[in-house]
């Protein structure tokens, strides 16, 4: 069979890890499948150029493995034209990219590592929820520029506790984001789909909310819900106005949750103390995407997700739905999209 992966490309530069870990996730790394795969005879075509992937490989590809840091977009038309295609796996969490409707009318099966990269996604959204409060970045920055501006820093910077911290979407990555703010002595808000039971939100330290008296109330939020058609710019303009001003937005989820154009206007005119994020549209972001240069914000490219542990767990997903698939078993329960 031919399996096709697109991958992140590898540093330009030797690193040195000294915990022995790999990188995985990276077209070099290429998620540990080379060997297993070769070694029974089939083609494993891995690439970092999605143009070409789709091009000269996706339609004669099997199997086709594509990850949310570095995504290949699977419209209904590629997987049409894609006919020997039976499975699309995601190497991490996250499967927006590929039009799952249509990969389910076509008998097209994708899977995604449920669970994989949880820890590595909820620590990072407490360290830009902290970045974003303590007003590190300009710190940082003034170290680097040679300056010594105290007042400046200190105008902006806050203390999280006695904070109201939001969180919309109580799955995995919103209950660790809880647990790990509970020694902030915060007040925690939540908001979710399905309400959690009160043992539960006893465990979290977190109090239900309707989305409109959350976001009224709340001094951060932190967006950790998935992306689906009914929370696909729930942050535009108006809601943006409805936060606190001088709020925090965390958004560790996706980057279509919140409007573009409308988070660069509310953080140009000062309405909101700042935005951090690990999610863009389109990934990787273009040069020119507004959010690079608006005011106030931390972001960083998709990377949250993806740490070294997290190549290594979803790695291990990836190699086991291999397995399974070319045996004739069925793929975990929970790995299944479509």
Partial sequence: MKFVAVLYPGPTEQHVDHSGLELLGSAEGALGLRK???SEGHEYVVLSDRDEALREHLPDADVFITTPFWPTYLSGDDLRGARRLKLVLTAGVGSDHIDSDTAAELGITVAEITGSNVVSVAEHAVMQL????RNYLPAYRQVVDGRWDIADIAARSHDVEDKTVGIIGMGQIGQRIALRLKGFDVRMLYNTRHRRSTT??????????HLDDLVAQSDAIVL???LTSETKGMFGEERLRSMRPGAWLVNIARGQLVD???LVRVLEDGHLGGYAG????PQPAPADHPWR????HALT???SGTSLEAQQRYAAGVQDSVRRFLAGEPLQDDYVVA
Avoid: I, N
């Avoid at 902290?130 to 409060?133: R, T």
């Avoid at 939100?201 to 977190?206: C, N, P, S, W, Y």
């Avoid at 240069?293 to 106030?296: A, E, N, T, V």
């Fill in 36 to 38: 297993q795969l070769e």
């Fill in 130 to 133: 902290l970045a974003l409060v």
């Fill in 200 to 209: 539960e939100e006893a465990v979290f330290g977190a109090r239900f909310k």
């Fill in 224 to 226: 950790s819900c998935p």
């Fill in 260 to 262: 573009t154009d409308a």
């Fill in 278 to 281: 690990d999610v863009w549209y």
């Fill in 293 to 296: 240069s608006m005011p106030g």
């Fill in 301 to 303: 490219p998709h990377v």
